[in-house]
């Protein structure tokens, strides 16, 4: 076939422009009265995330105390939790600098309920390599800042202002070797999710 029969060919089947899905009605049809949190607690501890309800910041230091031992490396991006390295004082440390970090405390203020997926921006990591390069990671989440799906996060974070962002579902797995599922492969062994009421 020609150069020229295959781009008229091409040139004759263009698509027609479609508009969007208006995604109000998807927020009219997931509208509920469930308790979106009790739904992400489903969610997240099936894709093997430990979820926790707190009342307050002292609450989650009592936990961490028990599930780790003194002396170890802990960054927080949370300015409350100050007993700890506070990620914005090291930003101008090299990556490699955190590779002995034990964990990693972060902050988010969107999960979804249907896939138990938190988002984190740059500003909440301070720095884009913790979520990833700790052995375990915990994210700190209000009770309010829940809704049903990824469309409706899609549509939070849609226009907001940020240069870098993640979805992060539970700790890192995979299964691409022998099918045989291996936690923690390329990133942390844990995340804990600190859920304050």
Not at 102 to 131: D, F, H, K
């Amino acid at each position: 076939m020609s150069r020229e029969k295959i781009l008229a060919a091409v040139k004759k089947n263009q698509f027609t422009s479609t508009a969007l899905p208006d995604l109000e009605i998807l927020s009219a049809l997931t509208a509920t009265s469930d308790n979106l949190v009790q739904q992400y607690t489903g969610v997240a501890s099936a894709g093997g995330c430990f979820v926790y309800e707190v009342n307050d910041l002292e609450a989650i230091k009592d936990i961490l105390r028990k599930e780790f031992k003194p002396g170890v490396k802990i960054i927080s991006g949370i300015q409350g939790l100050d007993e700890y390295t506070y990620a914005g004082n090291v930003m101008q440390e090299s990556s490699h600098s955190f590779a002995d970090a034990e964990l990693t405390i972060l902050a988010s203020n969107l999960g979804v309920a249907e896939n138990g997926a938190l988002w984190l921006t740059e500003n909440q990591m301070n720095i884009r390599i913790l979520p990833f390069i700790s052995q375990h990671l915990a994210v700190v989440i209000g009770k309010d800042a829940f809704v049903p799906t990824m469309a409706q996060a899609y549509a939070q974070i849609g226009n907001a202002d940020y240069g870098y962002g993640a979805f992060i579902s539970g700790p890192s797995k995979t299964a691409d070797i022998e099918q045989s599922l291996v936690i923690g492969a390329h990133g942390p062994r844990s995340l804990s999710v600190f859920i304050l009421i």
